[in-house]
């Protein structure tokens, strides 16, 4: 089909160039309008389908231009509501985001100051139990100090009188060993007794110490 409109266009041409020019004019020519019309009738009518198609979208094109730019204003402002959905949305979870955080570290210094009071706590419970220790156990150490120097008292006067009773014994025997051996005189001689100490004497005297 291409070829047979190159044919046309070929004849046209030689139509052209076989036309004579006019009187008064090199650039202009005198040509017979039947002819002429009868060979772009020929063209027109070999014209391809596709060609007449284009045509016609040429001729539409403005229409399809507004359609072709109202489909891309509609992509556009799908496009600018999605983003600022998207946005939204972000500046949403930014928001939440920063709110968990905030509460996170709210909680977080509430538990350390928590934290910090129980220990304290615990550290002056702890002293005061060992303070009371120490005390009750100071007390209890004063009094058995306390008996163990009584007691020490009382076992020293107690030795200490037994010794009274141990040189009375002693005396006493002397004494019996010496009426014992052969006398010289028919008289015995008056022993002396050792002097004792009375119970009042003796409760005095541990009274004393």
Known sequence: MASEIEDIIDSIEDFIEE???????SGKITVDK????????????????????????LKNKDAILD?????????I???KAKSNQMMSENEIMQQAYAKANEVVGI???NADEILTRATEDANNIRLSSLKYSDDLMKGIGDVLSSTINTTQTRIG?????????LDTINVNR???????APEESS?????????KETPAESDKEDNEQ
């Open 19 to 25: 036309c004579k020019p006019t009187v008064f004019s």
């Open 34 to 57: 039947d002819q002429l019309e009868s060979l772009l009738e020929e063209l027109r009518s070999r014209t391809p389908v596709e060609i007449k198609q284009y045509q016609r979208v």
């Open 67 to 75: 359609q072709a730019n109202k489909q891309a204003d509609a992509i």
């Open 77 to 79: 402002a799908e496009a």
């Open 107 to 109: 909680a977080q210094k």
């Open 157 to 165: 006067n107690y030795l200490n009188t037994m010794k009274g009773y």
């Open 174 to 180: 002397s004494q019996l060993s010496k009426s014992l």
């Open 187 to 195: 008289e015995p001689e008056a022993r002396p007794q050792p002097e």
